[in-house]
């Protein structure tokens, strides 16, 4: 604990440096972008369904669009996608809810991850040379696919913070958006259908899948924990 606690200081000392050395520009933006997060997480509600119902009638054909673009920009900030991902269920159907759900969830990730790093480059990232950060860097680095699909599967792990926190990590764009894709198609297939269950008849057992899917999630992050890493293999070799 106390080794955890000295590396959170040292991280947060680091990020106080890093702070102070950005230019007044950078720094009013990240107060800025900090503010709007939270007065949008705290004062914007996320439309209700009769208002997308009433919004599907006013836009027509262009409707899939804009609940696209309207999922991607709600889910930008630290409000749940579940509402959105019910919704799309209801609106759309089973087929065209799970195409449009994953089509803006993978987008939304990737412009997040696109945003943080265009925005303030490699300067947020954890510069801290402590060893437990230093091997979460390199377990990301080598293997974020692995743990993003493994957290993505797990619905009690926020969306827009799992964002942020691969941002700041070593993984590629690319592999990020993948295991989005890949972790989040299970859980939003079974959410769409849920969605789509209350415009007809719901049934209880509809909400067993979601636990199934969490269960693989953590039985994912179990096996990316055992796996030795790449470097480690290596250094292992160079010692025999």
């Not at 702070?19 to 107060?31: H, K, P």
């Not at 509600?45 to 208002?51: H, I, K, S």
């Not at 920009?73 to 996608?81: A, D, E, L, S």
């Not at 019910?86 to 087929?95: D, E, I, T, W």
Request: proline share 5%; with cysteine.
């Amino acid at each position: 604990m106390s080794s955890l606690f000295q590396a959170t200081m040292q991280l947060f000392r680091d990020g106080i440096n890093t702070f102070r050395t950005w230019s007044r520009w950078r720094q009013l933006t990240l107060f800025i972008a900090i503010t709007l997060a939270v007065f949008t997480t705290l004062v914007v509600d996320v439309p209700d369904l009769q208002t997308l119902q009433q919004w599907a009638l006013a836009t027509g054909a262009w409707f899939p669009a804009l609940f696209v673009s309207l999922y991607i920009g709600i889910t930008q900030f630290p409000i749940p996608r579940t509402v959105m991902t019910l919704s799309a269920g209801v609106l759309f159907g089973p087929k065209l809810g799970i195409v449009l759900a994953l089509l803006a969830t993978t987008l939304s990730a990737g412009l997040s991850m696109l945003l943080i790093r265009q925005l303030f480059g490699g300067s947020v990232r954890p510069q801290s040379s402590h060893p437990l950060f230093h091997g979460i860097q390199v377990r990301l680095q080598e293997r974020g696919w692995l743990a993003i699909t493994s957290l993505r599967m797990i619905a009690a792990v926020p969306f827009s913070l799992l964002n942020y926190a691969a941002a700041l990590s070593p993984i590629s764009l690319l592999g990020f958006c993948v295991a989005t894709f890949i972790g989040s198609a299970p859980g939003t297939i079974v959410t769409v259908a849920l969605g789509n269950s209350f415009a007809h008849e719901f049934s209880a057992q509809s909400v067993l899948p979601v636990l199934g899917i969490a269960t693989l999630g953590c039985l994912g992050l179990l096996l990316d924990a055992t796996l030795p890493l790449q470097s480690e293999t290596e250094i292992v070799k160079s010692e025999i």
